[in-house]
């Protein structure tokens, strides 16, 4: 799967946001950062990332007030509801 130029970019803005969070976990960061990348992803490595990501993202809305992580959110919200994402297909490969 691939996300969207505007799913990237959301994600990128939130990865940004929450760069200098001491708090904010650093494999949840790693995670941003391969999300706002040009790597394609399965649904396994999203879906059980998502959950993850909202919940860092509103732990550090809530201590910090960041309305730039706040805002990010809501974009990556708006843009998954658009048009998020192309499944690539998976390539069948037969054995003789």
């Not at 919940?55 to 809501?74: M, N, P, Y």
């Amino acid at each position: 799967m691939r996300f969207s130029s505007g799913v990237k970019s959301a994600f990128g803005d939130l990865n940004a946001a929450v760069h200098f969070s001491e708090d904010f976990d650093p494999g949840t960061k790693s995670i941003l950062e391969r999300f706002a990348g040009s790597e394609t992803l399965t649904i396994s490595d999203v879906l059980p990332a998502l959950p993850l990501i909202a919940e860092e993202a509103f732990r550090h809305i809530r201590k910090t007030g960041a309305k730039d992580a706040e805002d990010a959110w809501r974009e990556i919200c708006s843009q998954m509801s658009e048009q998020g994402f192309d499944l690539a297909r998976k390539r069948n490969k037969t054995t003789s």
